[in-house]
T-cell receptor, first 112, second 110 residues
């Protein structure tokens, strides 16, 4: 079992729709969770972090965490073509030293 | 500034040749630094991390090594490259709420 799992996609949504990206993790002791966006050929950039159960909203982005189900999601409202990218889920194993473990990413395609 | 500088941006090297990738950071002194590799179809794999000068921890046995000769410098090396060393190499440091990555080096071993 992979430590962090994501559906590779592509996830195709029309412009203006809500994109829902999902991630599951195996280490029940994980404490910190992150979503990164990576455009083709570029390095990842952090878009959201979440540490406690529930929802966290930032603009068009909402991160959702359910530690009991070991599940993290990212919702993108009013999706734009510029949101087309690969979205990486990352989990901090919290071994006393911050070491992020990444999923393989979900490719999102937003069509105009 | 928490800027991370990586060079070169792209590199094509023959099998068996040596490698040296450099990462330098600005801002906070003695930051934790990380080397990740992203191979085609795979996620970001942590290769090495360093908590200070001369302190290197290896995550995955491989054909690579790392060094931290200065506070803000982290170097990834290999004596003899393999085809499997091809990938996108990223240097990272902790930032507000997560990691900040450098712009990366895309290495192709031919």
């Amino acid at each position: 079992q992979k430590e962090v799992e994501q559906n590779s996609g592509p996830l195709s949504v029309p412009e203006g729709a809500i994109a829902s990206l999902n991630c599951t993790y195996s280490d029940r002791g994980s404490q910190s969770f992150f979503w990164y966006r990576q455009y083709s050929g570029k390095s990842p950039e952090l878009i959201m972090s979440i540490y406690s159960n529930g929802d966290k909203e930032d603009g068009r982005f909402t991160a959702q965490l359910n530690k009991a189900s070991q599940y993290v999601s990212l919702l993108i409202r009013d999706s734009q073509p510029s949101d087309s990218a690969t979205y990486l889920c990352a989990v901090n194993r919290n071994t006393g030293f911050q070491k992020l473990v990444f999923g393989t990413g979900t490719r999102l395609l937003v069509s105009p | 500034s928490q800027t991370i500088h990586q060079w070169p941006a792209t590199l094509v090297q023959p099998v068996g040749s040596p490698l040296s990738l450099e990462c330098t950071v600005e801002g906070t002194s003695n930051p934790n630094l990380y080397w990740y590799r992203q191979a085609a179809g795979r996620g970001l794999q942590l290769l090495f991390y360093s908590v200070g000068i001369g302190q290197i921890s290896s995550e995955v046995p491989q054909n690579l090594s790392a060094s931290r000769p200065q506070d803000r410098q982290f170097i990834l090396s290999s004596k003899k490259l393999l085809l499997s060393d091809s990938g996108f190499y990223l240097c990272a440091r902790p930032g507000a709420g997560g990691y900040t990555f450098g712009s990366g080096t895309r290495l192709t071993v031919v």
